[in-house]
């Protein structure tokens, strides 16, 4: 039922099935999360009004600087380290199909038709790297099964410009942040500078092994 209008015997019904103590009605402090499906709507709001766009352009304008700027100061190894979803490639299509939630048979199929589009400033910032001479490595937690499916959507979308895709193994345990780690500090250890390290997860950028790190906007999942 939706209450449009409290007029005063609005006002003393309320009191009077409250036992005349509002607090006890609205004023008690509850553990309560937030409703699930508000917060849904917010986020696809969010994306719509196209501030979630707004807020991935402005972090990839400072990547990108940083790049340019770090690029002209020259070096050896220069390297520049992207994740892949959400970073590169946006699955915003997925979560609308499966509202959200992560199904494996839905997420491999769509995964294999290769159909996301490259999230655009981050993509400039790629390109921007690749012309300073820099070495760019994808580092994704997608797995190796997934390799043929995830070079198919890159090419596709003009972001098939680097120097390696590093996929977790297929029989892999290693968290997401302790895979990525291990694959910067093996990067490090062949003499590569990572000048920059881009990603949408805090689990793409922990760990070190980066001049600098940026992370951009995801409300969308969360990986720990």
């Known amino acids: 039922m939706a209450i449009r209008h409290w007029g005063r015997g609005g006002l003393a019904l309320l009191l009077a099935a409250c036992g005349g103590a509002l607090a006890g009605c609205a004023g008690v402090a509850t553990a309560e999360p937030r409703n699930l499906q508000i917060a849904k709507r917010e986020v696809r709001a969010y ?20 790049v340019e700027r770090r690029a002209a100061q020259g070096g050896a190894g220069l ?20 509202d959200f939630g992560y ?4 997420w491999r199929q769509w995964v294999e038709e290769a ?18 001479g820099l070495e760019v490595v994808l580092i994704t937690g997608r797995r190796e099964r997934d390799r043929a499916g995830t070079e198919r959507n890159l090419r596709a979308v003009a972001c098939g410009d680097y120097t390696q895709l590093l996929c977790q193994p297929n029989d892999g345990s290693d968290s ?7 694959q910067r500090r093996a990067l490090a ?5 990572i000048i920059a390290n881009i990603g949408d997860q805090e689990t793409d950028l922990a760990g070190g092994f980066a001049e600098r790190t940026f992370k951009l906007p995801n409300p969308f999942y969360l990986m720990e």
Request: glycine share 2%; hydrophobic share 50%; proline share 4%.
């Open 189 to 193: 250890a062949q003499g590569k500078v």
């Open 79 to 98: 390297t520049v380290v992207f994740d892949v979803d959400e970073t590169l490639l946006s699955n915003w299509a997925y979560f609308l199909a499966q």
């Open 103 to 106: 199904v494996p048979a839905a």
């Open 47 to 66: 994306f719509d009004r196209g501030d979630y766009q707004r807020d991935v352009a402005a972090v990839a304008r400072q990547a990108q600087e940083w």
């Open 176 to 182: 997401s942040a302790d895979f990525k780690t291990a």
């Open 115 to 132: 159909r996301a589009p490259a999230i655009e400033p981050v993509r400039e910032v790629l390109r921007a790297a690749r012309r300073a």
